[in-house]
T-cell receptor, first 116, second 113 residues
Framework: GAGVSQSPRYKVTKRGQDVALRCDPI?????LYWYRQALGQGPEFLTY????????KSGLPNDRFSAERPEGSISTLTIQRTEQRDSAMYRC??????????????FGPGTRLTVL | KNQVEQSPQSLIILEGKNCTLQ??????????LRWYKQDTGRGPVSLTI?????NTKSNGRYTATLDADTKQSSLHITASQLSDSASYIC????????????FGKGTSLLVTP
C-alpha cells in the first residue's frame, strides 16, 4: 500500500482480555515505531524496531505490553490482561532508514482501543 | 510534566486570516524540531523540520521559526483555508535518542467560512 496501515481500526475488549494490534509499514521501510496517544495528548513513544530487532522498548509501560516484528516487516503490539487505563489510540510509524532524528516517520491511522 | 508545551490549546479563525501557533520546549540535548499536521482520524503528517542552525523554514503557506537559544518555535499559517482545520503538533527530537519523538499536545485549529 501507499502508506502505513494498521488493523483493526477500532477494538473494544473487556478488561482482562488480551489484544493484538497489527502494523503494516510502508514497503521497504527499515524502522518501525509504536506510540500510544491518549485523548487530547500527543503520542508517547513505546518501542522501536530496526528490521526485526527491537532496539528500544523503554517506553513500554509494563510487562503486559510486548511487541514483535519477526520478519522485519509487519509488527504486532500485544497487550495482555488489558486494563481500562490501556484505552488509547495506538499509532504505528515507519521510516525508510534506521532510527535517527532526521529520518521522517510516517504515521498510520491508528487503532482505537477501548477497554471496558 | 510534558516537556513540549504548545499554545493556544485551540483556535478559531476566519477563512483567509493568518494565525501563529507557539511551541516551547525544555527537552535536551536538542536535535531538531518538527511541526506535524494531524487531520481528524488520520495520522500526523510532517510539515517542516528544523535543526539547531536553522531559524526559519517554509512549506507553502506554512512558515515555521525556531529560536534554539530561547527554545521556542512558532508555526505561522498565511491566508488560511478551510482545509487547514486540524491539530498542529510540535515535535522535538533529541540528539541522543533521535527516534523517540517528544510530542506536544497540539493546537486544535478550526477555520470557519
Amino acid at each position: 500500500g501507499a502508506g502505513v496501515s494498521q488493523s483493526p481500526r477500532y477494538k473494544v475488549t473487556k478488561r482482562g482480555q488480551d489484544v493484538a494490534l497489527r502494523c503494516d509499514p510502508i514497503s521497504g521501510h527499515v524502522s518501525l515505531y509504536w506510540y500510544r496517544q491518549a485523548l487530547g495528548q500527543g503520542p508517547e513513544f513505546l518501542t522501536y524496531f530496526n528490521y526485526e530487532a527491537q532496539q528500544d522498548k523503554s517506553g513500554l509501560p509494563n510487562d503486559r505490553f510486548s511487541a514483535e516484528r519477526p520478519e522485519g516487516s509487519i509488527s504486532t503490539l500485544t497487550i495482555q490482561r488489558t486494563e481500562q487505563r490501556d484505552s488509547a489510540m495506538y499509532r504505528c510509524a515507519s521510516s525508510l532508514r534506521g532510527g535517527g532524528s532526521y529520518n521522517e516517520q510516517f504515521f498510520g491511522p491508528g487503532t482505537r482501543l477501548t477497554v471496558l | 510534566k510534558n516537556q513540549v508545551e504548545q499554545s493556544p490549546q485551540s483556535l478559531i479563525i476566519l477563512e483567509g486570516k493568518n494565525c501563529t501557533l507557539q511551541c516551547n520546549y525544555t527537552v535536551s540535548p536538542f536535535s531538531n524540531l518538527r511541526w506535524y499536521k494531524q487531520d481528524t482520524g488520520r495520522g500526523p503528517v510532517s510539515l517542516t523540520i528544523m535543526t539547531f542552525s536553522e531559524n526559519t523554514k517554509s512549506n507553502g503557506r506554512y512558515t515555521a521559526t525556531l529560536d534554539a537559544d530561547t527554545k521556542q518555535s512558532s508555526l505561522h499559517i498565511t491566508a488560511s483555508q478551510l482545509s487547514d482545520s486540524a491539530s498542529y503538533i510540535c515535535v522535538v527530537s533529541l540528539s541522543n535518542s533521535g527516534y523517540a519523538l517528544n510530542f506536544g499536545k497540539g493546537t486544535s485549529l478550526l477555520v470557519t467560512p
